[in-house]
Each structure stands twice: as structure tokens, then as C-alpha cells.
């Protein structure tokens, strides 16, 4: 496969022409035109990282912030690999944003442990423990049927062989086990504001 010379050209070389965008003898087109070309190789990525975190609205919404705080930042900014930099502003992004959420639940330091899914600190512990403990009385108030589903398919389990237990169609269990993460989801929203 072929190489053109827009795949050729780093990151790090495209963010120095958005950094030098207001310098004498910079174009700004060039500049909004290395700013896309980043665009297209990092947002999918990039918002798989967000919505990995929080849903799809608010992924859109800091996938946005992102972007604008990269146009803003990188004219006085040294990011080194863009790429990490990229995510390093992601994860800033989804850690503002729960703050404001849950605005003084969260200590500055335990914001970010959670949000890296690093789960050392006590305090993250204890959150955790509250998601699992909220996430079990959500999944008991389900229906029997659903219930045990959404267990079988969190153990491992391939629906082929959850159906066969269950007496339904593998078709009816994987539409029966989407539902219930759905009611789950909502419920879990429900109990911990």
C-alpha cells in the first residue's frame, strides 16, 4: 500500500503548523487544514476513550471541548507526542466533567483515579464498591428472565448456551440481555446521582 504525503507527515509536525498559525508568514487555512488532518486520525479513537467513560451525548459534548482546547493550547503549548497530549487534555476534560456533575463529591485526587479505572486509592475503592453494590440491587429488581441473562453473558457465557438453559431462542437472548442493560444503566443513574 501506497504512502501519500498526507500520511507522511507526523502529528507532531501537524501541530506545530496549528501552533505557528498566528506567527508572520503562517496561514491560517494551513493551519485549520493540519487541525483536520489530526481530527481525522485521533477522534475515533478519541471519542471511544470518552464513551468508554460517560454516554454518548457527553462524549460528543467533551470530544468538542477537546478539540477547541487543542486549537487554543497549542500555540504556547510544547506537547511532545501529540497523541498522548491529546489524551492527557481528554482525560482533564472527563475529569472537569465529573466534577461538575457531582459537584464536591469528589476530592481532586480521586477524580482522576477513577476516571483511569485505577482503583489503589480507598476512597476509589469505596466508589467502586458503591457502583457494584448499586449495579447487584438494580440487577435483583430485574425480571427472573433478564436476571439471569445478564449474569450468564457477565460470566462468559456465548447466548447460544444461555438460551438452551433458559428454553428461548439465542436471538431472544441477546435481545432480552440488551434490554435489561439498558433498565440496568437507568437504574444505576437512578441510585447514584
Same mark, same amino acid.
Given at each position: ?21 498566528? *506567527? =508572520? %508568514?503562517?496561514?491560517?487555512?494551513? +493551519?485549520?487544514?493540519?487541525? !483536520?488532518?489530526?481530527?481525522?486520525? /485521533? @477522534? ?65 485526587? *480521586? =477524580? %482522576?483515579?477513577?476516571?483511569?479505572? +485505577?482503583?489503589?486509592?480507598? !476512597?476509589?475503592?469505596?466508589?467502586? /464498591? @458503591? ?63
Amino acid at each position: 500500500m501506497a504512502t501519500t504525503a498526507s500520511e507522511s507527515v507526523s502529528d507532531e509536525e501537524l501541530a506545530g503548523v496549528v501552533a505557528r498559525r498566528e *506567527q =508572520a %508568514g503562517s496561514s491560517m487555512t494551513s +493551519a485549520a487544514s493540519a487541525l !483536520e488532518r489530526l481530527y481525522q486520525r /485521533h @477522534e475515533l479513537p478519541l471519542k471511544s476513550f470518552l464513551m468508554a467513560r460517560v454516554g454518548r451525548a457527553d462524549a460528543e459534548d467533551l470530544s468538542q471541548l477537546v478539540w477547541l482546547r487543542v486549537w487554543k493550547s497549542l500555540p504556547g503549548a510544547k506537547p511532545g507526542p501529540f497523541r498522548a497530549w491529546l489524551f492527557e487534555i481528554a482525560r482533564n476534560a472527563l475529569v472537569d466533567h465529573a466534577r461538575k456533575k457531582r459537584p464536591g463529591s469528589l476530592a481532586d485526587d *480521586q =477524580a %482522576g483515579g477513577i476516571v483511569d479505572g +485505577a482503583l489503589g486509592k480507598p !476512597e476509589a475503592r469505596l466508589v467502586e /464498591h @458503591e457502583r457494584k453494590t448499586a449495579l447487584e440491587n438494580c440487577l435483583a429488581r430485574l425480571k427472573q428472565e433478564y436476571a439471569v441473562v445478564v449474569r450468564g453473558r457477565l460470566s462468559g457465557e456465548e447466548y447460544d448456551s444461555i438460551s438452551k438453559a433458559q428454553g428461548i431462542r439465542p436471538e431472544r437472548a441477546h435481545s432480552i440481555y440488551h434490554k435489561a442493560v439498558k433498565l440496568l444503566k437507568s437504574c444505576v443513574e437512578r441510585v447514584l446521582p
